[in-house]
């Protein structure tokens, strides 16, 4: 078995970090993000990461900057043969990347060389891709760009969101992580380049890309929720004020009005004309309130009409 060092942060990293240590390997440390304020209360919060290696009573290290002689001379000392890394959400300098005996091993939510970067999974969706997985690389000094280990696919529901495809990635890609990391201890694991020509990128998310624009065709911004939530979310604005799109769905038909329009269907539904075709609004959050059923929102408004998202 293999004495490693894992490194991760968010929720999506813990299967792996869990499987590993099932598998019976020696997990020396875990690195993971350094505890961060949250909420309206900017309470301290530990990392996903950090929690579940508190509960398997394994060390964990919050380093604030990886690029320190210090950061560096601690992992030395933990002796790794490898360090396995799943969305630590740092970039490793080249003199960790040297450190472990086999290699640095990161495991990646996309079928590299598509989607590089951080937001590979609200990528896929939003481009209305049918297809995502799973890749382990060897680690090198570019974003993602390193020798590919194993992949696995995994076929995108119509009705996935960020959030659903993410919970599935993570028990998949456990599962190849633990698969990768048995293969290269055998020695029986040949890396393959991968092809710069196919690679794109996913840059991490802005809140403000959640802002719906109502021009666009009615799939475009459904993919665009899809694979926004749950996090940014996406939103529109009501009389000035910000309404969130907690849960959204097509609608049949053609749009009837101008985009953003809203309608109500003939079974008290709530529709949403787009540049080309309509959206089905199911559950919202309007400013400063809780989340609404469509049906609730509408009652608030009192019979207004004519009424338009912007």
């Not at 993971?32 to 060390?59: E, F, I, M, S, Y």
């Not at 293969?183 to 991968?194: C, K, M, N, S, V």
Request: overall charge neutral.
């Amino acid at each position: 078995m293999a004495r490693i060092v894992f490194m991760g942060s968010p929720e999506i990293a813990v299967p792996s970090l869990k499987a590993l240590h099932a598998a019976g390997h020696e997990i020396a440390a875990v690195v993971t993000q350094p505890d961060r304020p949250k909420g309206r209360g900017q309470v301290l919060a530990a990392p996903a990461v950090k929690v579940a290696a508190q509960a398997l009573g394994l060390a964990v290290l919050q380093p604030e900057k990886i690029r320190s002689p210090e950061f560096a001379a601690a992992l030395r000392e933990l002796r790794p043969e490898l360090i396995a890394v799943v969305a630590y959400g740092k970039i490793l300098p080249p003199e960790v990347l040297k450190i472990p005996e086999i290699c640095c091993v990161n495991l990646h939510f996309s079928l590299l060389p598509k989607y590089r970067g951080a937001a590979c999974v609200a990528y896929a969706l939003m481009n209305g891709d049918t297809e995502s997985g799973v890749t382990t690389i060897v680690m090198e000094a570019g974003l993602d760009t390193g020798p590919i280990l194993m992949q696995w696919s995994e076929p995108i529901r119509p009705d996935d969101t960020a959030g659903s495809l993410s919970e599935r990635l993570a028990v998949l890609g456990a599962e190849q992580l633990v698969r990768t990391v048995e293969a290269l201890e055998r020695g029986t694991i040949h890396p393959t380049p991968q092809g710069e020509a196919e690679a794109s990128y996913a840059p991490l998310l802005k809140k403000e890309e959640g802002r719906i624009d109502w021009s666009r065709p009615a799939t475009e911004i459904f993919n665009r929720y899809r694979g926004l939530s749950p996090w940014p979310g996406v939103y529109g604005f009501l009389e000035g004020k910000r309404v969130i799109f907690t849960e959204l769905g097509p609608a049949p038909g053609a749009a009837a009005g101008p985009p953003g329009s809203l309608r109500r269907g003939s079974r008290g539904e709530l529709w949403v004309d787009c540049g080309a075709g309509s959206l089905e609004v199911l559950r919202l959050k309007p400013e400063g309130k809780s989340v609404l059923s469509a049906g609730d929102f509408m009652r608030g408004l009192q019979g207004k009409t004519p009424l338009r998202f912007e």
